[in-house]
């Protein structure tokens, strides 16, 4: 075990908590949120949604099943959610110098490390928990004894420019040929839909898809205010004047919302965890879901052309939209979880449904 390095989290209203770095030691900045979820920290870490933000894991123990291979299939990492960790540092309560899983590899200490990502334990995240839920999702920043940073609030950055592929990528020969915008994909909704006799064509964020050939239409996840996505809102519009089905998932939903003339807002503290319960409007049918974001739909500002599609059962927020003529739905939340839940995986299937009737 290495010798102990006293770390402190500073939030921007004046609060300081002292804990233990893990990981690189290397002072970081950016917004402090929380996941309630009890496992998938591989997954949570290398979900580009959390690009600029500082990660506080509610579960108390992490690290006990370390960082599992990169095993590849159909080029993408397995076991991860993208390529590289996109958090800016990692919270939790207490860390597990020891790990053991048939699949792990490394530490998740070492995985830190060769990232240069910080962590810090021995920090009360109960505690931090609920001064976030009570003052709002704050700006923070880690800073190692004997270091100084300043704080750096991300959603003034265009995050999905950041995290987008640079170039256009094929994956799958399948029947049905989707063109995926990506605005930070999770490598599991690529999986999903190769898994439905699909050939992907992933794109960047800004790229005119308007006169290229393809029978469905799909929208990713990805960090940020979608406001900041003035490019990919404007090709989003263009789309709406086909009938070529569309779908979108959490980021992807707020652009499609944007795009028809609704708005969006930054929640208090957002919704991220793998147990929230949300509502199929006009059904009784609830369902558990997997969710990642800090904004959402201001359902009051949907036009006539559309309505919600789901609610939220905690807060009532909007969880999806749909068109009322056309071929167009997203969700808020993430149907491809991994790991879990799957309760809206059928989702992927009325996308596929949507092109086969689309067809002539």
């Known amino acids: 075990m290495k010798e102990k390095t006293k770390i402190r989290l500073s939030l ?6 002292y804990g233990w770095s893990f990981g690189a030691c290397t002072p970081a900045a950016g917004e402090v949120v929380f996941n309630t ?31 599992p291979a990169k095993n590849e299939e159909n080029d993408l990492y397995r076991f991860y959610e993208s390529s590289s960790i996109h958090i800016s540092g990692l919270i939790v309560s207490d860390y597990s110098f020891e790990y053991s899983h048939w699949n792990a590899t ?9 990232n240069r990502i910080p962590g810090v334990f021995g920090i009360d995240t109960r505690a931090l928990t609920k001064r976030i839920r009570e003052k709002g999702t704050m700006l923070g920043k880690i800073e190692p004894e004997g270091i100084e940073t300043g704080f750096y609030d991300p959603n003034k950055t265009n995050l999905v420019s950041e995290v987008s592929t640079r170039e256009v990528k094929i994956y799958g020969s399948g029947r049905y040929r989707i063109m995926l915008v990506d605005c930070g994909v999770k490598y599991n909704i690529i999986r999903n839909l190769l898994k439905r006799d699909t050939t992907i064509i992933r794109v960047p964020w800004d790229y005119d898809f308007s006169k290229d ?13 979608p406001k900041m996505c003035t490019v990919t809102i404007g090709n989003i519009k263009k789309a709406f ?12 939903n707020q652009l499609m919302a944007l795009a028809s003339g609704a708005d969006t807002y930054k929640l208090k503290y957002g919704h991220r965890s793998h147990n929230q319960p949300v509502i199929q409007v006009g059904t009784n ?26 609610i939220n059962i905690n807060d009532n927020t909007n969880e999806g939209m749909r068109h009322k003529t056309k071929p167009f ?24 449904e949507n092109i086969k009737r689309s067809l002539p």
């Open 12 to 17: 921007e209203d004046g609060t300081v908590y």
């Open 106 to 114: 490394e530490s998740l200490d070492q995985w830190l490390s060769r």
């Open 241 to 252: 004047s086909s009938e070529r089905p569309i779908f979108g998932i959490c980021l992807g």
């Open 285 to 310: 049918k609830a369902y558990i879901t997997s969710q990642n974001h800090g904004y959402a739909v201001d359902n009051r500002t949907l036009n006539e052309e559309w309505e919600p599609l789901f």
């Open 213 to 225: 050939d393809f029978d469905g239409l799909f929208l990713t996840n990805g960090p940020g205010d």
């Open 329 to 352: 739905f997203s969700t808020q939340f993430h149907p491809e979880a991994s790991g879990g839940p799957t309760d809206t995986d059928y989702l992927f299937d009325e996308f596929i």
């Open 37 to 67: 979820a009890m496992t998938g920290y591989p997954e949570s870490l290398t979900d580009p949604s959390y690009k600029g933000q500082i990660l506080c894991l509610t579960y108390p123990l992490v690290g006990n099943y370390g960082a």
